[in-house]
């Protein structure tokens, strides 16, 4: 089964990974699981990172593809059908991240391990990330 990260759930697993409940902490080490990362999210931590609002030990562009590297995440690209699906969707969230990657998991078939339950309002499959 393929799994589509939250930006904070990715986040966590870097620095944190004592946030991340034991369920899904075991689903996320499973080498069989397969875990993807969207480009949206990277673009999310780089404007976070260049606002002052995200700490890192190194720049964005070095951080993120050699922490998903080293967690064996794949990349998600951001398609043309992805950001037109986000017409679609409720508006129960503004924040255009979040709206992308309830996008992501319709269209690829992925279940959002994220922490945040903004997603619960969406028809999307979540894991609670704290559990």
Request: charged content about 20%; cysteine-free; hydrophobic content about 45%.
């Amino acid at each position: 089964m393929s799994y589509l990260l939250d930006t904070q759930v990715f986040l966590w697993m870097q620095s944190t990974p004592e946030r991340i409940g034991t369920r899904s902490r075991l689903l996320i080490d499973d080498g069989a699981t397969s875990l993807v990362l969207s480009a949206a999210s990277s673009w999310e931590i780089a404007i976070k990172h260049a606002l002052g609002k995200l700490p890192l030990p190194e720049p964005p562009d070095v951080y993120v593809p050699t922490r998903m590297s080293s967690s064996a995440v794949a990349a998600l690209p951001v398609e043309h059908a992805h950001a037109l699906r986000v017409a679609a969707l409720e508006p129960h969230h503004r924040d255009p991240f979040d709206r992308m990657l309830v996008a992501q998991a319709q269209l690829e078939g992925l279940t959002l391990i994220t922490a945040d339950p903004v997603f619960d309002q969406y028809a999307v499959d979540v894991l609670d990330a704290r559990r």
